[in-house]
């Protein structure tokens, strides 16, 4: 059992940033991000994966969001810079533990809580 713990959602403007923390308690072969708007299916956001450090974005943060890891720490960052209210959701961290489609939501074992990003215009 992997516990995934997030912090570091809130509210803020548009055009500013925020920095989403992901904590794993044990070792991982991938970790992602994906948020889930309301009424809306839980998308990916991005992606990294231990072994090759492959990184994948979604088209729709390309550009604004990075996702950077510390292997020590077992965490993975998502920082966010100019941030859009469409960028609105719960955002939630996975672990995967085997090589999947790490884009995927099937890609994952295990997912933490959420934390809540707001972007208000």
């Known amino acids: 059992q992997v516990q995934v713990v997030e912090s570091g959602g809130g509210l803020v403007q548009a055009g500013a940033s925020l920095r989403l923390s992901c904590a794993a308690s044990g070792r991982t072969y991938a970790m992602g991000w994906f948020r889930q708007a309301p009424g809306k299916e839980r998308e990916f956001v991005a992606a990294i994966a231990w072994s090759g450090g492959m990184i994948y974005y979604a088209d729709s943060v390309k550009g604004r969001f990075t996702i950077s890891r510390d292997n020590a720490k077992n965490t993975v960052y998502l920082q966010m810079n100019s941030l859009k209210p469409e960028d609105t959701a719960v955002y939630y961290c996975?672990?995967?533990?085997?090589?999947?489609?790490?884009?995927?939501?099937?890609?994952?074992?295990?997912w933490g809580q959420g934390t809540q990003v707001t972007v208000s215009s």
């Open positions: 996975a672990a995967g533990l085997a090589p999947r489609n790490i884009r995927a939501l099937s890609g994952y074992d295990y």
